[in-house]
């Protein structure tokens, strides 16, 4: 059992400031409950909207749901909130101003684990690099791994309690988990910058305070510490001078893989450097990167309906995402893209849609609230649109239909926008793509 999460939680009145729906928050209230804190969790969402999460809570657990109170953060010896709620929340703001703590779940962690921490950052690829090292050291070393961080029910806080006969943990690390390792100034020691592109500018003020909290990854760590840049990227010089660690870099793997896209071959390329940090035999390294089959909703095919193949990349929520996808893509294809906007930058994807001679058709698919987009479609390109449709069902019909008719073998979902207009996130967003084109 970990000492100091001991003495920070035991008879101490801990409230979960946004219980959410991926597990974050049902994890995090039920580790400070195992180290006998008294806990409340708080969420906007009712209990109705919440009931698979709150199923998961034992009855000593108080709730206090259908919006945040002033009560609930005065009751409060401290706050860990989760990292979907802004920073300038008006209650989180009161919580500073009275001088409680708010930690992060996964800040905590790197403050408290005993076990040498693998940690994984980047705008884009970081989900998959984080697994592709997780599947590689499992390999290595069977059921001594920990894996967690900005996945769904992998709350690192929860890793804690299920340390014991383990040799490392693997995070991947969110901009807004990594936002609270600047006031603890906890880095992992290992630290793996996949690049940095434009994101989240819908809660950022600019580029420079997502890049800061990027930041966080490295710049706490030790002279033994070691981080992993990508060579290609703009921004690796700005994370080489803010880190004491040891800096290595990588570009691309060139390995056999049934991964969709060169930008996986960086992927790659950055779990090779981890084993070559770790002293894993190369050769072997290499057949089982070979062997991994990728994540659900990366450029991932759900199947095949009368020779026609359907790719879900649904967690491309970025512009950037999106033009890697069309790049990836060897064959004629029909796009589904938008969704709410980041406030991030369009012209380069607009161009790449436009441009993009493979590319045939697009069904946008909602982006009502999006209007800048649209309309930039509708002036560039007007011919490629097939129609702008409210529904997965409508999008999924007419890119069928199109394909079909035009004797193309491909259907991408790529939204490159976050899906909140119309789906509850990108994982619902993705389930509807696979369970229609399950049902053509």
């Excluded at 961080?149 to 690390?173: F, M, T």
């Excluded at 702008?388 to 890119?399: D, G, H, P, R």
């Amino acid at each position: 059992m970990s000492q100091v999460l001991k003495s920070l939680f035991y008879q101490r009145k801990v409230l979960i400031f946004g219980l959410g729906l991926q597990g974050g928050g049902v994890a995090d209230a039920l580790t400070a409950l195992s180290f006998g804190a008294k806990v409340r969790v708080t969420d906007l969402k009712t209990a109705t909207q919440l009931q698979s999460s709150l199923a998961k809570l034992p009855s000593q657990i108080e709730t206090s749901l259908g919006g945040h109170k002033p009560e609930d953060i005065e009751w409060a010896d401290l706050i860990i909130q989760n990292p979907a709620v802004p920073f300038d929340q008006p209650l989180i703001q009161l919580a500073h101003q009275l001088k409680k703590p708010v930690y992060g779940s996964a800040a905590l962690y790197l403050q408290t684990t005993s076990l040498p921490v693998i940690g994984i950052t980047g705008t884009r690829g970081k989900s998959t690099t984080t697994n592709l090292i997780y599947y590689l050291l499992n390999h290595f070393y069977p059921n001594k791994v920990l894996l967690g961080g900005n996945l769904p029910d992998k709350s690192p806080l929860q890793l804690i309690n299920q340390e014991q006969d383990k040799r490392y943990a693997v995070l991947e690390l969110s901009s807004f988990q990594l936002h609270f390792c600047h006031s603890l100034k906890v880095s992992p020691h290992l630290a793996v910058v996949t690049n940095i592109y434009p994101d989240h500018l819908n809660r950022y003020p600019d580029m420079e305070t997502y890049i800061q909290d990027k930041l966080a990854l490295v710049k706490y760590q030790q002279k033994s510490d070691h981080a992993i840049l990508n060579q290609n990227d703009s921004y690796s010089s700005l994370f080489a001078r803010n880190t004491s660690a040891q800096v290595h870099y990588f570009t691309y793997a060139n390995l056999k893989t049934s991964l969709i896209g060169s930008h996986n071959q960086a992927n790659l390329a950055a779990a090779l450097k981890v084993a070559e940090i770790l002293n894993l035999p190369l050769s072997k390294t290499k057949e089982i990167l070979s062997q991994f089959r990728g994540l659900p909703f990366r450029l991932e095919r759900v199947g095949e309906k009368r020779g026609i193949t359907f790719i879900n990349d649904t967690t491309s929520t970025t512009p950037i995402a999106t033009i890697t996808a069309i790049k990836a893509m060897s064959q004629p294809f029909v796009l589904i893209v938008g969704g709410s906007s980041k406030n991030l930058p369009l012209n380069d994807l607009i161009k790449t849609i436009c441009k993009t001679s493979s590319l045939k058709k697009i069904v946008i698919l909602g982006s009502y609230q999006n209007p800048e987009f649209v309309q930039q479609l509708y002036q560039t390109c007007p011919q490629k649109i097939i129609a702008q449709v409210k529904s997965m069902q409508a999008a999924v019909s007419l890119a069928f239909k199109h394909a079909q008719s035009s004797k193309i073998k491909t259907v991408l979902l790529s939204p490159g926008f976050a899906s909140f207009d119309l789906f509850k996130n990108e994982f619902d967003r993705g389930r509807q793509f696979n369970e229609l084109v399950a049902k053509l």
